[in-house]
């Protein structure tokens, strides 16, 4: 299972320095790119979570599935 909130965390300290630099180099005020990066980093940190929660759901599915279906093929074979 996937850690939720590390991986969240992670991404949208990643994208606060990526919209800063980007907003630095294009020519816009510290305060611009601030109010940019920490919007950025709160719509990113959101986005990560639920799509990490969505992977998680998927693959604790899948490893119920597997589990099911070997219990049945198990006991088919007794």
């Known amino acids: 299972m996937l850690h939720v909130r590390s991986i969240a965390v992670s991404s949208a300290v990643v994208c606060v320095f990526a919209v800063a630099i980007i907003g630095s180099i294009s020519g816009l005020s510290p305060w611009s790119c601030c109010e940019r990066?920490?919007?950025a980093a709160a719509v990113v940190y959101f986005a990560?979570?639920?799509?990490v929660r969505a992977i998680?759901?998927?693959?604790?599915?899948?490893i119920v599935d597997r589990q099911v279906s070997e219990e049945r093929t198990g006991e088919g074979q007794s």
Not at 56 to 62: C, K, R
């Open 37 to 39: 990066a920490i919007l």
């Open 48 to 51: 990560a979570g639920a799509a």
């Open 56 to 62: 998680n759901a998927i693959l604790i599915q899948a």
